[in-house]
């Protein structure tokens, strides 16, 4: 009796054994898209000349992608596949050598792509890949021509933050690959690609003055104010004094020079305004800190508080008489009870003498 029972348990371990190895066959398991280039997480754009691997989890028969996968360039650039046999994954190629900058492909694999087991995808899936731009080092406004305008973007993105650029950080005029900022535009501003906006970029304008390149995304000047008017002279002061400390002694370099020479020689007393001001918080968007500046043309009780988006009050920065001149403060992200805010728009408001001015800030982080 016992004898049969393990005979018969054999058996049964037999059949449920060759059952397991032919049943990805009988009922295929299905295939999975795994990911962009094998990481778990990627930056959010690539770069034009990366390389871009679709990642699947088994090893591709690659005679059923090609009639099952579209990509399609929202700039109508022209895209191949490439795979080798045995792999887990293909490659998306520009025939043009280097993805365009700012593009977005958007790639199809559809439920026929199946591995080399017969397993196919199932569901189909559609998803987006973003390309970065490209920086020409100098040309801030990336409207094609370096000119003393692009003195402009260094105020107006004045201690902005990002990516550093990830090909050497150089000034040498040539389409530079780079993953976008959170404001793209500051992307062009980092002239020297070392992931600030601060005044040594001055010198990529300097060495590259006068060149000229084909916009690839021509830019609007709509936001380009000069900032002196914001009351942003000490910008023009340490522009001026990066600019003189640049290796390389280009003609540019002198012809910026004599552009700043009569901003930063002025005296102080005609750069004031005549009334009560308060300029834009800088940075903004701003982590974890930006600073508030304000003009006061006399003595005056002043009160700068900062409010959030329902209106409460959030901390009060001052509330005492001030001096005269210009004053800036410094708010830290941080409440009345010391605790951390979260990302948002928040307003500051200033009263100070009968005046009273808000404005929107934004913390990101
Ligand atoms: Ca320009
Ligand atoms: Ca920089």
Redesign the pocket.
């Known amino acids: 009796m016992e004898i049969i029972n393990v005979k018969k348990i054999c058996k049964i371990l037999l059949i449920v054994g060759l059952f397991i190895i032919i049943s990805p066959n009988v009922f295929p398991q299905g295939l999975t898209y795994d990911s962009l280039n094998n990481a778990s997480s990627v930056n959010e754009d690539f770069l034009v000349n990366q390389t871009i691997q679709v990642w699947f989890g088994e090893i591709l028969n690659f005679s059923t992608l090609s009639p099952n996968t579209t990509f399609e360039s929202a700039k109508s650039d022209a895209l191949s596949m490439g795979f080798t046999i045995g792999n887990k994954y293909f490659t998306i190629i520009s025939d043009n050598g280097s993805f365009k900058p700012l593009d977005t492909i958007t790639v199809t694999l559809g439920s026929g792509v199946a591995d080399t087991r017969g397993n196919t995808l199932g569901t189909p899936q559609t998803f987006d890949i973003l390309i970065g731009p490209v920086v020409y080092p100098?040309?801030?406004?990336?409207?094609?021509?370096?000119?003393e305008?692009?003195i402009l973007p260094l105020g107006i993105f004045w201690q902005y933050s990002g990516p550093v650029r990830p090909d050497n950080p150089n000034l040498i005029w040539r389409m530079q690959p780079t993953y976008s900022w959170t404001a793209l535009r500051a992307t062009y501003v980092d002239a020297d690609g070392n992931g600030i906006v601060e005044a040594h970029d001055i010198c990529g304008i300097a060495n590259n003055f006068d060149r000229t390149k084909i916009a690839f995304t021509p830019e609007k000047d709509d936001i380009l104010i000069p900032f002196l008017k914001q009351g942003d002279r000490k910008f023009a002061t340490q522009i001026y004094a990066a600019l003189i400390d640049c290796s390389n002694k280009s003609t540019g370099q002198q012809v910026l020079l004599d552009i700043l020479e009569p901003i930063v020689n002025q005296s102080p007393a005609t750069m004031l305004p005549d009334d009560f001001t308060m300029n834009q918080n800088y940075p903004n968007p701003f982590n974890p800190s930006t600073t508030i500046e304000f003009y006061l043309p006399k003595e005056s009780q002043v009160t700068l508080s900062v409010y959030n988006i329902t209106g409460q009050l959030v901390i009060t920065l001052i509330d005492q008489k001030m001096p005269s001149g210009y004053s800036e403060v410094v708010w830290d992200g941080q409440d009345n009870n010391n605790n951390n805010v979260s990302s948002g728009i928040y307003f500051y408001r200033l009263d100070a003498g009968d005046k009273t001015f808000t404005k929107r800030m934004l913390l990101l982080k």
Do not use: E, L, Q
């Not at 100098?138 to 000119?147: A, L, S």
């Open positions: 100098g040309d801030t406004d990336n409207n094609g021509v370096v000119d305008r692009d």
